[in-house]
């Protein structure tokens, strides 16, 4: 029998006063053993960086199994620091120099070599049969040859390393512990892209002796804190220290996460101690799981949007007048008011302050305007016909929520959408006479909008390869700010992005800055990051 969200709170405040912990182990030399209770643990059933770019990867990725040459500081505020190398230099606008970090080792107890980092970025690994500068779009799902034979990649593998790395065109050894990046053009972000989600390193021999990709996938061998011990796709995947860990000896001895999609059973299971921490609170009921004495919740905005995307393919979407419509029908504010108690915000864009000078201060997403609406309504003769809405269940916080009130938003000037609720991401993103509006997010894995509208909505950005919207200058655009080196020049062009992608032929609409809210027991010695990860490495986590 399914419990509420609010009588699981009750269930649980009795017992928040003496609150324990099943199979924690106090004592300093027994590590404890935590369980985590997510909504989702992977998408694509696998482990792979590159192939699981999304926001439920990135909390079981980073902080746990894998590691980049360059981190971000998830105990502060993202920034850039030193992690598989211990420093790096520019050689010149094309090419980066990193020294290695000595002493690493792989979970299988391989130290980590400058053989390691060039096969990570190779094609058998990386990049298939794809070319840098060739500025074509790579379709979802489209056959790329790869070099070997039984370990052929997904097709979103390269299709995804060439939208981090479109113009890479070789790693160079120097020495067992110095490599460099050379890209085909010029490229200022270069040292951001060595950062972003995908461009984490692997062992080549745990490559090689995985008898096909799915197996490697579910088992990746990696150099962070924990390794796998063992994956059961849908249900939970177990980590177990990797004590041999370059940072220090981990504080845990193993972290479950386990798959929980309905938000009242991970609470009542936090409170009851089958979990130690519950994932994706929605914040009505911060206060109330705050309400218990032995429990807090820790978290807040995050560098990722919430969007609602368009295929302007779809016949009624066609007529950029009607995405316009829908993008000023929007009270964004009365959504982070009404539904996230206040506590995200509406962003200006697809952008970020820590964009630096890159970042349009003076921008705001499309005004509230019903009556503008209306009147675009009226201009494109639109009939009344079905716009189909495709939906999940809650993969985001409060997204049948927010889904909901855009319906009733968009009917008030005069736009049928009808939501289709699907199962999984393959049926949100098939093609088809229904695919028309969608749920997604964005982030900005490194502080340069390539990272984000580059990345996401250009020619090998998600949106173009699927089919679902293309704009010549848009890609045009692109290229400059992927190759030039004029910085003012770089931010022009950037806001003339803005201006296409969010105004003139909408792709999508920013609907607020995203938060994410996570619920522990008070005695746990923890900080969240100000990202989706969960970072358990030495050093935050305690009793």
Request: with cysteine.
């Amino acid at each position: 029998m399914l419990i509420s969200r609010r009588n699981a709170l009750r269930l649980g405040t009795a017992a928040a006063g003496s609150l324990i912990l099943p199979r924690f182990a106090i004592a300093q030399a027994d590590r404890p053993s935590i369980t985590i209770a997510v909504q989702k643990i992977t998408n694509s059933n696998t482990l792979d960086v590159l192939r699981e770019q999304s926001n439920v990867g990135e909390r079981i990725f980073f902080g746990s199994i894998w590691e980049a040459l360059i981190g971000r500081d998830l105990r502060g505020q993202l920034q850039p620091k030193p992690l598989l190398a211990t420093e790096w230099k520019r050689i010149d606008d094309q090419t980066v120099e990193l020294k290695l970090r000595e002493g690493v080792k792989f979970h299988n107890g391989d130290e980590m070599t400058a053989e390691d980092v060039v096969f990570t970025f190779s094609r058998e690994r990386m990049f298939a049969d794809t070319e840098p500068k060739n500025r074509t779009t790579i379709k979802a799902f489209e056959a790329i040859p790869t070099p070997r034979p039984g370990k052929e990649l997904p097709p979103e593998v390269p299709a995804v390393a060439r939208r981090a790395w479109p113009d890479l065109a070789r790693v160079d050894i120097v020495d067992k512990y110095t490599v460099r990046f050379v890209n085909a053009t010029p490229d200022v972000t270069l040292e951001g892209r060595l950062l972003r989600y995908g461009s984490d390193i692997m062992s080549r021999r745990g490559w090689e002796e995985a008898a096909s990709y799915l197996d490697w996938a579910r088992k990746p061998v990696t150099t962070g804190p924990y390794k796998v011990e063992k994956f059961t796709p849908d249900t939970e995947l177990l980590l177990v220290s990797h004590d041999d860990y370059w940072g220090g000896l981990p504080p845990l001895k193993s972290i479950r996460f386990v798959e929980v999609p309905e938000v009242a059973s991970r609470v009542n299971g936090l409170l009851s101690g089958e979990y130690q921490f519950a994932c994706d609170i929605p914040p009505d009921l911060i206060g109330e799981i705050e309400g218990n004495a032995g429990f807090e919740v820790q978290g807040g905005t995050i560098l990722n949007h919430r969007l609602t995307v368009f295929d302007k393919n779809h016949a009624q979407l066609a007529d950029a007048r009607i995405r316009r419509a829908m993008t000023h029908a929007i009270d964004r504010q009365s959504i982070v008011d009404s539904l996230w108690a206040g506590r995200t915000q509406v962003p200006a864009g697809l952008q970020w302050p820590y964009y630096g000078d890159m970042f349009q201060a003076d921008w705001t997403v499309p005004e509230f305007n019903p009556e503008l609406a209306m009147s675009l309504v009226k201009e494109a003769g639109y009939k009344g016909d079905v716009i189909p809405y495709r939906l999940l269940n809650n993969y985001y916080t409060n997204q049948n929520a927010t889904a909901q009130v855009l319906v009733e938003m968009w009917k008030a000037v005069g736009l049928n959408v009808q939501i289709e609720s699907k199962e999984n991401w393959a049926q949100i993103m098939e093609k088809g006479d229904t695919r028309a509006v969608r749920d997604w997010s964005n982030s900005a894995p490194f502080n340069d909008p390539v990272s984000s509208i580059v990345a996401q909505h250009g020619p090998n950005g998600q949106q173009q390869q699927i089919g679902e919207w293309t704009n010549a200058e848009m890609n045009e655009l692109c290229l400059v700010l992927e190759t030039s080196t004029d910085r003012p020049a770089r931010a022009k062009a950037f806001r003339r992005m803005l201006e296409i992608c969010e105004r003139e032929d909408p792709a999508y609409t920013v609907l607020h800055q995203n938060a994410t809210f996570t619920a522990k027991p008070k005695n746990i010695q923890w900080k969240a990051a100000p990202a989706f990860a969960m970072d358990f490495g030495p050093g935050n986590f305690a009793l």
